[in-house]
Every structure is written in C-alpha cells, then in structure tokens.
C-alpha cells in the first residue's frame, strides 16, 4: 500500500478521500488555488501546495502544477476524486509517465467511456442496448439537424466529452434546433473544451438509474447495486438512492450484470459507473460510463457497508477486489440529498458569497458506518461557517445521506435531518429540498427525470403569506437579542436608561416595523408593556391580527413563546437583519426592511437589467434601440460552467448595452438599461 497519496482535487470529494487514507495510515497531500488556501480541505491533510491562482484552467486543471506537486511532495499515488482531471486521459498518462499511481482506470479506459461516441459504439458491440441517435463525426449544423428530423422529435443534444449535464438541450421541433446546438455547442466548449455533440432520441418520462461497477488487474469485476438519480434539475442530479425503488430481483440482476459486461468490454479497474435511462416498461439503454468515484457514492455505501475509496486504493495497488459478486449483500434503504449554494427560484443559479452560519445535523462525517442502525446520518461537507463561496468552482456545500431499515424511514430521517440544516449568509437549495422531501409523488416513489419539472408549480412557487406565528417569532427574537446586546449601564437595573423595553411614564410604547420574506411585506405594531414589572409582555397587531406575547425561553438559537394560549417552540438564527425561522417542520426566512429603499429597489429593476451572479459574457443577442417582446433573451452568461440567460421582464425597448462578449462581470454590475412598455 502507498505511503503518501496527493489528492488532486478539493472541497468534499478530497476531505473524503482524505478520512479513509487518514484510517489506513497513508499520508495525504493536498492542493489548493489561491482562493482556496484556507479551504476545509487544505487542513484536512498532512501536507498542502499551492498549485496557481483561482480559475479552475490555472490550479486544479493544471496537470503539469499538479505533477510538480506530487513529485515535490514524495507522492507515490494520485487520487482525482470526481470533476476536474478525474476522467481526463492525459492527466492519467502524465501521472504514469511521472512514476505515480493513477487511482483510477486506465488511459484508454478513459479515453473510451470519455467520448460519448467512441462510448456508444463499444457498447453496441458488447451487446448492451443503446438509444437510437446520431454518434457520428460530421458535425455541420445543417447535417446534424437532418439527422435529429430522421430520429424524430424530441431529441436530446449532448456534448461529446461533458458529464454532469452540463451543456445538455432538448429540441423538441425543428424550428428550436439551430438556436439549442450553438447553446450546447457553446457550453460545451466552456466546459470540456469541446464543441462536437451527439444526438439522442429523449424519452420523456424515463428513470435513470445508475450501477455502481469495479474491476481490478486480475480480471475480476463486481456490481454494488444500483442507485436511483431520477429527481434532477438542469438534468443534474439532486437526490439520489440505493437500492432503486420498485425493481424485482431478476430486475435488478439483469442490469447489474449488463452493467458488467459493458465494464468488461473495456477492460475497466477501479470504481466506476454504468449509467442506464429505463423507460416505464423498465426497458433500460446505455446512457454513459462515468469512470471515476461519483459523488452519490455514499448511499452504495451505506446500503453495502463498503469503503469504495478504500476499495479504489486496495485496487491501485494492485490487490484483488476484496469480494466477489457472491459475497455482496445490500440491506435497507439509503437517500443522498446534495446541498448546495444556488438559487433555485433562479433557474438554480449558483449563490455567491459568505456562509456566515453552517450547522448541521448530528451525524458522522466522511466514514461507512459498522452499523447503519447506530449511525444513520452521514454528512460528507466540504466547508465550514465562515467560508466564501466563489463564482470560480462548483457550488456543492455537502451532501446528506440517510438510511433506514426501508424506504419509508430513510425518507423520515432525510425529513428530519433537513429540519435541522441551517445554512446562512448566501442562499442554498435547503427550502426546496424540504419541499421535495415531502412532495407525494417523492414519498410514494412516483420517480422520474420529469419529477422536479412536474412539480414546479409547488417546488419552485413564491411563498404563501408570511405565517402569523413566524412574525411573532421574528419580532420576539428582535426585542430579546436587543435586550441582550445593549450597551448602557444597566448597574442600576431599576433605572429606565437600563431597559430596552420602550418604558414611557403612565403609558405605553408601540414601536412600527416591517418583516419582508423577499416577496411580501408585513407591517407591524409593536405595544411593549406600560409597567417594568411587566417588561416581558408585548402586544402585536399585523395583518388584522392581533396577540399578546411572552418570551418564555431564549438560549441561543432555541426560542420559546408564549402567544396568547398557544405556545411556540421553534428555532432562530440572526444574521444581521435577516432571521432564519423554523417551527412545526416549517421554515422561512424574513428581514427588516426599509420600505422607502424596498420601493426604490423595485422601481429600478424594472428599467436596469443586473448579473445575479459573477460571471463571464458569452452573447449579446440585441442592440440598443431594439423593441423586444416580454421573455425575449437578451444576454447570455456563464460562470461555474453554466449558462443564464437574461430575458425581458416585460414588452419594452433597449436603451443601451454596457457589456460586450467575453466581459467579466460581477454581481449586481448593471448589464444594460431598458425601458419597459406601460400600459396606456
């Protein structure tokens, strides 16, 4: 086994790697980009380099910075984690040519499973089904477009070398073809540097359903099981679970072990995964072959009580897999949830900017349980209070993974651990993941790829009115935390100086505030007590309602409430004025705000179209003076490898454009100025 492994990668995946090393007595060396110097992962490890500066091209796409580090450091193995280098041919070459372990297949393993086309032929003659569709080398517009008419509408549009959905379109006419193939062309070349594409005949309401697969250099090749990766946004998976729900025995034998044989055929070693979409009669086709650890890895885990990174550097090292397909058994259920900072009001636009508070549920962290019973939350987190996210790198915070002795508890603990997820200072996905965890169709197991676009009336609707009780609780956390960080001398505690309780001589102090969830507004009339005797007594009156209360307990973010006959016992965290809420298994978010400033920012987003997030210019698709129609695309973006489009908010005309293409913009910089049409 090797001595000291460099991890060439960051964030969970490395702090993962890291923890098994870490058990089986082999050093770690870390890298990091400039940014990412006092990263969670960079401390995880024995040894750190710094390996360049913060774009992804400079640092940790670097593979000549990341040989030198691993020579520098006495490395004997290099282990890519997933994304970045990790299915990059020349990468794995580089490191054999550098006399270092590559913890992974080989090159030409690589190489094969990497393009999509070189991908589908081999499959083909392995005898493993594949979707009908355009492979081929050809790739004028024109003729890629006759090919998608011949296939017959919808079609899918997928980069040649991508993964992670990234790039991917569906065209669902003719007319749409043109316009979708230069937006994945263009994706695609950002993001793998790449712009051939392929062609798929989509199916509408597939599941995709993925084997987990590892071979080693004496011929032998397993399957874990399957996990179910159905519910996606952006064709990205967000949850994902093992075993795959409602599949039989022979179901699940019969992919397994098609799943082996497309490994076989390229002669895989290591972990990887044979992706599959399977249609409502649980047909299932060749989708593609991740060669790499996948970042739902864990729920395989969890079910098989496997160390898959274990199992990956036993297999570099040139042992025999640690157990045949005979020897392996699944028992319960296992769900991953992926937390991200994204916006998923926002077409699930990454979030920028500083996690001021991260606190998560009890759970054990980047290990395999001995007994899932004991231990059945897993957090696997690459970031702590305090960190910056950047616009530079994928925008996963961690990913929380459940299990239960069935599916119905596994969702139960999935529930109960998002209820105690708490992460402030930049948005997260954390809402809609509760949301999701209760929708009906999730419970019931009604799974596929359409789910989340089915549901978005419900997934992705504005909020409801700001609940009674939330206001209550905000306004109560409001006076307590000012009671508690005044800054008069309270030595004499008789003294009305020494109060924050509004005390006014024989009468009382009602206080005007308001409490925004970004959506609406409430306004609120708050009455403290007339008497100091009474100072803990507050009257509220908002929306037409109207309570008296009582702060009963406060011990840091747990608070208790006494309104009128009911008692609130919920759970507040503060970041400057902004109050994350939750009670009763629900949650919301509300700020004080200054109306006139609110007003004022609305009336300007109407005429002065901002980024919602750094990034890069990558069209500029009108000119000023041009009138367009509401929902017209205007600019196009990219940053973390993923497109935005910036459409009209209304019929209008351009005033003017202050960017051009291939502009670095930041948040909030003013892209150009438009005039709406108002009604007469």
Sequence with gaps: MFRKLLIANRGEIACRIAATAARLGIRTVAVYSDVDKNAKHVSFCDEAFAIGGAAASESYLSIPSIIRAARESGAEAVHPGYGFLAENAEFAEACIAAGLVFVGPSAAAVRAMGDKSTAKSVMTKAGVPVLPGYHGENQEPAFLRSQADAIGYPVMLKPRAGGGGKG??????????????????????????????????????????????????????????????????????????????????????????????????????????IEFLVDQDVSFYFLEMNTRLQVEHPVTEMVTGQDLVEWQLFVAAGAPLPLSQGQLRFRGHAIEARIYAEKPNAGFLPSIGTLDVFKTPEAIHFAVPASPERAAVRLDAG??????????????????????????EALTRLRDALDQFVALGLETNLPFLRRLSGLPDFGTANLDTGLIARNEKFLLASPGVIQFPFVVMATAALVKGEELNRTVDDHDRYSPWATTSGWRLNSSYTRRISWSDGNQTVDVALTYAATLTSAAQYHLEADGESIDFEILEHDGANLVVLAGNRRITGRVYRRNDTYDLSADGEHTTLSLIDPLAYNLLAEEAETQLTAPMPGRIVAVLVQPGQTVAKGTPLIVMEAMKMEHTIVALSDGQVDQVFVNVADQVSEGAQLLHFTPHKPH
């Excluded at 509408?204 to 987990?212: L, M, S, Y």
């Excluded at 990766?229 to 098609?258: D, F, M, W």
């Excluded at 209070?385 to 994928?394: C, N, R």
């Design 383 to 408: 970031v702590r209070a305090g960190d910056t996210i950047t616009p530079h790198y994928d925008p996963l915070l961690a990913k929380l993974v459940v299990w239960g002795k069935d599916r119905t």
């Design 168 to 273: 991917m379109r569906v065209v669902n006419e003719t007319s749409q073809f043109d316009d979708l193939l230069a937006a994945c062309r263009r994706e695609a070349k950002n993001s793998f540097g790449d712009d051939s594409i392929l062609i798929e005949k989509y199916l509408r309401q597939p599941r995709h359903i993925e084997v987990q697969v590892f071979g080693d250099t004496h011929g032998n090749c397993v399957y874990l099981f399957e996990r179910d990766c159905s519910v996606q946004r952006r064709h990205q998976k967000i949850i994902e679970e093992s075993p795959a729900p409602g599949l039989t025995e022979s179901q699940r034998r019969s992919i397994g072990e098609t799943a082996v044989a497309a490994a076989l055929a390229v002669s895989y070693t290591g972990a990887g995964t």
